[in-house]
């Protein structure tokens, strides 16, 4: 037993010398790697830079010449470059990728075994906004693993073509789906190209498929929707699809889209939908709400309640107007029962006057950091 | 009978030694997971799509809740660095829980602070009356502050909940400073996986010794004192490899108060923060698998690695005794209030898995520790063991405790590698080593003392956290002007 023990202590004894060590070999290793990385990334760093600042217009021919091993080292560096510039320089830069091959080697690892290279080539043509690679990133929408699909997506999004809407839609109506804001950021990515499909399948029978499009068309500002909008909001089955309607209707701003809402107040519909049709008032800033949100102040329902004090914040002096309307009301009640100036307020007295201190507090000058 | 109680002790110190290797082992195998997680991690950075959520118009927006009693040392600085996070949208809510310093002055006379009438929802219970609630000038959306008497971590959180405007809550304490990527970071599974994921836990590191400029912490380092760079040790092995592991094991239980996201639909349906636990942070995590567990929800409660909440370790042995036994009493409370869930096939890996390895793994660790500390001398006095035995016992249960450090420095080095001197790197190998000396006994007595006041009941108290607050440069006191509503 004992000597099984003294065993166990020098091997254990070796472990913790070994693993000593190995942080240290780590680091070691690490810091020279670092270093050769470094300076393999100085030389290419500078000519992209000077290309970039150059707008693209001169030294295409030195990127594409550089050494493959320092172009590695450089690459992550050039592809965060590709995100943060526009017009001919962005051109210039893919033509640069282009031209070295990147796009034909991530087009090949779209069908790599490693979900890892598959999701790598992905963010890749994404970023090079390649058109060509569209047919193959819908292809990888149905793919076994999530992550690849989530960048597959953002990638289709990024390229911005309008012919993968319904891929992007149909990526949704499976059993494990891609995330709902994932895709609608991608949808509204496409543009107003994509609107006749997104109208289209609002009439989808997943629900999950008709909020992301309502989403998308809200965040498009497809003005042209509004009427099928209203109609979902007025008769689909799905609470949450209704919400989605609300809300987006608020986003598209017509005066049009105020007697809908109006509707969705009522007091028979579900809180949540009353409180986003509220807000979603507000947010059009249409005076001819204030009446209906003004009724809203003492609505049993705290969320619906609260968001009525705030649309008629948002929506200027009318809805200011009934705010302090609602505080006077209050402070009459108060006087003529005798109470004093410290009585609790009543509920819609109280949603009114913070809607007001937020007005105020709003509409004086910024002082932050006094 | 003499023989009958040398045999016991014998057997008894043979059993504790078993005790310690399936300890540390069980330690190892969660540090694999975390190594194999990082590595999962960092190959998946370059398509993490961490800007384009940053760009995103849809990105779900955060109520940041930070609770504050007595912070006046480090508020100003933690809630400077939250105002420049890189995320889109998000507003910060401030609870001050009835400090008796200048937490809530400072906080006014940096950020012009305004009162505001808010109306406070109860959709999640409170007991401690509001007093009054605050605004930024000029951004009201953003900064909230809040300004409430006393009742306690949960009863602030449960405050800061109500008044959170947004889908999702993020807990912070006020002692801590969040990298700039940070929210980004522990918002993200939430985007990608919006069906699923009802809770996310941010890594917690620790502060001290590290350089904070302009509410950042720009220069790592490790702390000065020997007792707090043996708990940065303690931090890498047990939060960030401990939690990445049981991440990955699908059976995380704990979420730490200092950095973790969750669904706010979900804390208001379970009621939000328990008031009979001090361990408030872990236990809404076990409420949440408990329900949606008994839901049979097909639900993810997900640990990101990087980027990290910085937070103050106590530097004295007075609060860092107050601070273990309060973590040991909360283990306990949490244990022995869904105690029905141990062992209950229902609950799946909450149940089978991570809670029996918290019962007998965390709660009972110290208590087997104490009692080598006692039943190893007494077997030697007893002639139940030999000295021999002896030393070699001591050699395997702290050698391999040094062992499962020393490997999670490793990992540290190999993923992170946040220390980047030499020195504080040979530093971390000492403290690895130094803890078994004295650190790790006293620490036991500490969490003992803990849990038998668990057993005991009564009320728990936090009591004063004192508070040195961050080594900040000239700069860093320089107005800061709250982020805009993005």
């Known amino acids: 037993m004992l000597h099984l023990f003294t065993v166990v202590i020098e091997v254990l004894a070796g472990i913790v010398a070994v693993t000593a060590l190995g942080i240290v070999a780590v680091r070691v290793l690490r810091k020279r790697w670092q270093r050769r990385q470094a300076a393999l990334a100085a030389g290419p760093r500078r000519s992209l830079l000077a290309f970039v600042a150059d707008n693209g217009e001169e030294g295409s021919h030195d990127l594409v010449a550089i050494p493959d091993d320092a172009w590695r080292a450089a690459e992550p560096g050039a592809l965060a470059l590709l995100g943060k510039l526009r017009g001919e320089a962005h051109l210039a830069l893919v033509s640069v990728f282009l031209r070295r091959g990147t796009a034909r080697i991530a087009l090949a690892n779209l069908r790599s075994r490693s979900r890892v290279k598959r999701a790598r080539a992905a963010q890749v043509l994404g970023d090079l906004e390649l058109r060509q690679a569209v047919p193959e990133l819908c292809r990888l929408l149905t793919d076994r693993h999530a992550e690849v699909r989530v960048v597959a997506v953002r990638a289709l999004g990024r390229i911005g073509d309008p012919t993968a809407a319904w891929r992007i839609i149909a990526s949704l109506d499976r059993p494990d789906p891609v995330s709902s804001l994932l895709a609608t950021d991608a949808l509204v990515q496409l543009g107003t190209e994509a609107e006749v499909t997104l109208s289209a399948a609002l009439d989808h029978p997943q629900a999950r498929v008709r909020a992301v499009c309502l989403d998308a068309l809200g965040l498009l500002g497809a003005a042209g929707s509004v009427h099928r909008v209203a109609r979902v909001l007025r008769d689909d089955a799905n609470l949450d699809v209704r919400v989605a309607a609300a809300v987006n209707l608020g986003r598209l701003g017509t005066r049009t889209a105020c007697e809908p809402l109006a509707l969705a107040l009522q007091p028979a519909r579900p809180a949540a939908l009353r409180a986003a049709a509220a807000r979603a008032l507000g947010e059009l800033g249409a005076p001819a709400a204030v009446p209906t949100l003004a009724g809203l102040l003492d609505d049993d329902e705290f969320q619906v309640a609260h968001e009525a004090a705030h649309a008629l914040r948002r929506l200027g002096s009318a809805g200011t107007a009934a705010l302090l309307a609602a505080v006077e009301i209050e402070a009459e009640r108060a006087a003529r029962a005798g109470a004093g100036a410290h009585a609790r307020p009543s509920a819609p007295a109280s949603h009114a006057m913070e809607a007001l201190a937020l007005a105020r507090v709003s509409a004086e000058p910024v002082g932050i950091g006094a | ?486």
């Open chain 2, 1 to 486: 009978m003499t023989d009958l109680v040398r045999d016991l002790l014998r057997y008894t110190d043979v059993a504790t030694l078993g005790y310690f290797v399936a300890l540390h082992s069980s330690y190892l195998v969660l540090i694999a997971m975390a190594g194999l997680e990082f590595g999962k991690h960092l190959r998946r950075v370059p398509f993490a799509g961490a800007d384009d959520m940053f760009r995103s118009p849809l990105t779900l927006p955060v109520s940041v809740i930070v609770p504050a009693h007595n912070e006046g040392a480090g508020i100003v600085a933690a809630v400077t660095a939250m105002t420049a996070l890189r995320y889109p949208r998000y507003e910060i809510v401030v609870v001050d829980d009835g400090s008796t310093d200048d937490t809530f002055e400072l906080l006014r006379a940096k950020f012009d602070l305004v009162e505001v009438p808010r109306v406070v929802p109860g959709e999640v219970p409170y007991h401690a009356p509001v007093l009054s609630v605050h605004v930024a000038r000029g951004n009201p959306e953003t900064l909230t502050v809040v300004r409430k008497t006393n009742g306690g971590k949960a009863d602030a959180l449960n405050v800061g909940i109500n008044l959170a405007r947004h889908p999702l809550v993020c807990m912070v304490d006020a002692d801590s400073v969040l990298d700039p990527d940070a929210l980004l970071s522990v918002a993200k599974p939430f985007g990608d996986d919006p069906l699923r994921v009802v809770a996310c836990g941010g890594v917690v590191r620790i502060a001290n010794g590290c350089k904070v400029i302009g509410g950042r912490v720009v220069d790592v380092r490790m702390p000065r004192q020997w007792l707090v760079r043996i708990q940065v040790i303690e931090y890498l092995r047990a939060f960030l490899m401990g939690r990445t592991g049981w991440s990955r094991l699908g059976g995380l239980i704990v979420i730490s108060g200092a950095f973790g996201v969750f669904r706010r639909d979900l804390v208001v349906r379970i009621g939000g923060m328990a008031h009979d636990t001090i361990g408030e942070d872990a236990e809404l995590v076990v409420r949440l698998h408990h329900r949606l567990r008994k839901l049979r929800e097909d639900y993810r409660v997900v640990f990101v690695a990087e980027p990290v909440s910085w937070s103050e370790a106590p530097s004295s042995l007075r609060v860092l005794g107050r601070q273990r036994r309060r973590w040991h009493r909360g283990i306990a409370e949490i244990l022995g209030k869904h105690r029905h869930m141990i062992l209950n096939p229902r609950y799946g890996r909450i149940g089978l898995l991570a809670l029996p390895y918290y019962v007998v793994f965390e709660l009972l660790a110290p208590f087997v520790e104490l009692a080598a500390l006692v039943l190893l001398p007494l077997g030697l006095w007893a002639d139940a063991v030999d000295g021999a035995f002896l030393w070699r016992f001591v050699l395997v249960a702290y050698g391999y405790g040094m062992l499962v450090s020393l490997a999670a420095l490793f990992i540290e080095e190999v993923s992170f590698h946040r220390y980047p001197r030499w020195t504080d790197l040979l530093r971390g190998v000492a403290a690895a080593i130094l803890e078994n000396f004295g650190y790790r006994q006293i620490l036991a007595l500490w969490q003992v003392t803990g849990a038998l006041g668990a057993l005991r009941g009564g009320p728990a108290k936090w009591g004063a956290m004192h508070r040195e607050g961050f080594d900040t440069a000239a700069d860093s006191r320089e107005p800061v002007g709250v982020g805009v509503d993005r």
